[in-house]
């Protein structure tokens, strides 16, 4: 009671555009009058009778959706089977003082006097630990709850408590991660990890030849779990062997880059490369946890940040938030959120998760033209500024957001030949008959895909990224 649930719950359907429904408000709907009303009338066992009704009837239906349900509703054990059964639940972290000030005096039948709420909340407590699968104190928090993605600086410490379930752990590990923080990795996972596979650092972990090597190598049972520590190289062939090895094992991501964390080691996409072209064999196979410590990217190279970087432009593009203003750690919890909450509203990536190709269209065609020697990072950048400056073009996005664009990322026109460019532009998976559909701005926060623009206007733009 008090602890925001109604506004939470709203917000978080809409985030994973799902329908949301409020227990007390079904009631209150359905029966014509308010809870007070009912308290009065018919007393609380008759009331908690009803919740108990309408929480199996809304719980029963199995669909995608978010429900709030008042502390009072887990008292009943059929509800808590229920739960168990068909929700993820999720415990709105609160302190009774601050749960007192938002309820105290609101009329409410249960927040009369303060002593007794107290007392309530402290009796309800251990049922609500019990029955929660996460905890969350905020939007994000109950994203990424959902998601199973666990954002914390000092979280690598934790490890062993982390990876779901209690059987063995066999670590897969980026050569250069596992020289300065194996260690570390290994004491935290005590005496789960079973054995250590090193792949190499970079793209290099990606080649049939590495995951051969890694798939012979396995030991564990379908009880075992895989963990990946690494950048998005390593996360995407530990999550491709973790999906094909025993035809599935789970798998956990311990991403160690800017890129891993706020954006290749959510979602559930993993793949390897092929010398026809990069991720061409792959599946969706999300992790059981991802586990972003912060910290980690302390050891990263100034360029791989500066390919992080790019995304959470990016990111913060998408949601119309500054993003890249704030402290690094909350960077990632808010691109990792951003990112999750699209990724479980489109786990298949057919509608809006297409949005985070946002830039990326120019930044493959860039790529492919220079034969792949050049940074994703500074490919994603002039991505970013093509795609803002068309959509302000042809949209009506505010200038500013491509004068921001360059602030940030200082994007350089790359020399590459212009019609491999556009040759590649045109091949792109998402086009269609050569025409690219392109990801533009509105306005920041408000993305639109799928769009089709003149060729021509389309060349000019990826022609001035061309030195
Ligand atoms: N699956 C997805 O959804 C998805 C999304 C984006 C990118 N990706 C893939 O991710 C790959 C790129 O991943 P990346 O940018 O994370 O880089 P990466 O995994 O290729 O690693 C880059 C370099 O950083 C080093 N490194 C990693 N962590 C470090 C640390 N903490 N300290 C010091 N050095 C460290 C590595 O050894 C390597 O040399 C690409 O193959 C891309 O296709 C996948």
Redesign the pocket.
């Known amino acids: 009671m008090g602890a925001g649930k109604t506004t939470m719950g709203r917000d978080l359907g809409a985030r994973l555009g799902r329908e949301f429904i409020d227990l007390d408000q079904l009631i209150e709907a359905t029966e014509e009058t308010t809870i007070a009303e009912l308290f009065s009338s018919r007393g609380e066992g008759a009331f908690r009778e009803l919740e108990e009704r309408h929480a199996r009837e809304v719980l029963q239906r199995r669909a995608p959706l978010v429900l709030a349900l008042g502390g009072g509703a887990l008292g009943s054990e059929a509800t808590r089977a229920l739960l168990r059964e068909y929700a993820f639940t999720i415990l709105l972290d609160i302190e009774p003082a601050e749960a007192w000030q938002r309820v105290g005096g609101s009329g409410r039948p249960l927040a009369r006097d303060r002593e007794s709420f107290e007392s309530l909340y402290a009796a309800r407590r251990t049922r609500y630990e019990e029955a929660a699968d996460a905890r969350a104190d905020d939007l994000d928090g109950a994203i990424l709850a959902a998601a199973g993605v666990h954002v914390e600086n000092g979280s690598l410490e934790q490890l062993g408590t982390l990876v779901p379930g209690d059987g063995p752990v066999e670590l897969v590990v ?4 596992n020289g ?2 194996g260690v570390d990795v290994q004491l935290a996972l005590g005496a789960r990890d079973v054995a250590v596979h090193e792949v190499p ?3 290099e ?2 080649t049939t030849t590495s995951l051969d090597r890694l798939w012979r190598a396995l030991r564990i049972g379908r009880d075992g779990t895989i963990v990946a520590v ?7 062939v530990a ?1 491709f062997a973790a999906a094909t090895y025993m035809r599935g094992v789970t798998w956990t991501a311990v ?6 964390q706020v ?5 559930g ?3 390897i ?1 092929l010398p026809e072209g ?2 061409l064999i ?1 599946s969706f196979h999300w992790p059981a946890r991802v586990v972003a410590d912060p910290r ?6 100034e360029r ?1 940040l500066a ?2 970087r790019a ?1 959470v432009v990016k990111t913060g593009l998408l949601s119309g938030q500054e993003l890249w203003e704030r402290p690094l750690a909350e960077q990632v919890r808010s691109c990792a959120a951003f990112k999750a909450a699209l990724c479980l509203q489109d786990p298949d990536d057919r509608g809006p998760r297409t949005q985070l190709n946002l830039g990326h269209t120019f930044a493959h065609a860039l790529e492919a033209a220079a034969g792949f020697d050049l940074a ?1 990072g500074e490919a994603v950048a002039l991505g970013l500024l093509a795609a803002t400056r068309l959509s302000a073009r042809h949209l009506g996005l505010e200038p500013a957001a491509c004068d921001e664009v360059e602030r940030m990322l200082r994007p350089t026109p790359v020399k590459v030949d212009r019609d491999a460019a556009w040759a590649a532009l045109a091949r792109d998976k998402k086009a269609l008959a050569g025409t690219p559909r392109l990801v533009l701005l509105k306005a920041p926060g408000r993305p639109v895909w799928g769009v089709e623009l003149p060729p021509d206007d389309v060349r000019a733009a990826l022609d001035e990224l061309i030195a």
């Open positions: 980026d050569a250069t991660v300065i923080h650092a970079g793209e972990a990606k690494g950048g998005g190289s390593t996360t995407d999550g991403p160690t880059t800017l890129v891993g954006d290749a080691a959510i979602g996409k993993t793949a490369d990069k991720n792959g980690l990217l302390e050891t990263l190279p791989e390919n992080g995304e994703h």
